[in-house]
């Protein structure tokens, strides 16, 4: 494990997946990060590359050939090369090899940097086509926070999200694991939306942003603490396994999204793609705030 530090929080880090696993107070030993009891999810915050939820029939097809892969990407389940760490920061990067050209052809490079400062960690990643030829990819991120914080005797409907702006928000529904994009939904979020794990009964909430800046707050009636993810995407998913009656709540950021209801099964044409252009570079970034 790889360890940030601050006077107010200890970061952990696994190389595996390059996984944020751990955020505690230094004072109260508060731990914030969903801690992958496989009972309900055995994931803290995996990083979802090169593609965003599931493909149909888990294959798609590049340049005439159909590949196999399973949901969220390979990046989740591959060691990085730690590149830089200092007491308040750490670079760890993910090249392509003969491995992840079983499931996916291309080159490419992800580097991902995590920053602490004060009672805030960043995040911070950069996909890198070193090729002569497009990168065609989704990225997400997908960090799961203990519901609920601080107070063993609270409940998971002691806890609410709030997003701001407060406005009403298209929702994109998903049928079983697929995108429905051609039917998106209203979803009033003028108010604070109070959890339940019925919510999450068609799965998670993606939120359509448009890559405007957007905080989800994770805040209780019972207690001070709580989480709050900004960032500027195209989309953001809030997601607690179902029926399962899970402690944790997912913020996802996402520029991706999984499979459409309709897809053809061609990456490129794949719903919310991102085709970066040879020798290019791509940024995506979030940061969380503990309280």
Known sequence: MLTLKNDFLTVKINPLGAELTSVQDNE?????????????????????????????????????KTYHMTQHGFARDRNFTVVEQAEDHVVLRLTA??????????????????????????????????????LTFS?????????????????FTDYQVTVSPKQVYQRVPLVGPYSDTQ???????TKPMALDHDLFDHDAKVLTLNNHETTLMLSSHVNDHGVALTLAAPYVGIWSPYPKQAPFVCFEPWWGLADDVQATGDLETKVAIHHLAAHESFQAAYQITYF
């Open 28 to 64: 109260s030993h508060l731990e914030y990060m969903w801690q992958a009891d496989k009972t309900y999810w055995g994931r803290h915050a995996p990083i979802l590359f090169p593609i965003v939820g599931r493909l149909q029939d888990n294959q798609y097809r590049l340049d005439g």
């Open 139 to 155: 990225l997400g991120a997908h960090p799961g926070f203990n519901v609920p914080l601080g107070d063993p005797t609270a409940d």
């Open 183 to 189: 039917h998106s939904v209203p979803m009033d979020l």
């Open 97 to 134: 090899d003969d491995r992840t050209k079983e499931l996916f052809p291309s080159d490419f490079s992800l580097t991902v940097q995590y920053t602490l400062v004060a009672h805030q960690l960043s995040f911070a990643a950069t996909v890198d086509n070193p090729a002569d030829t497009p």
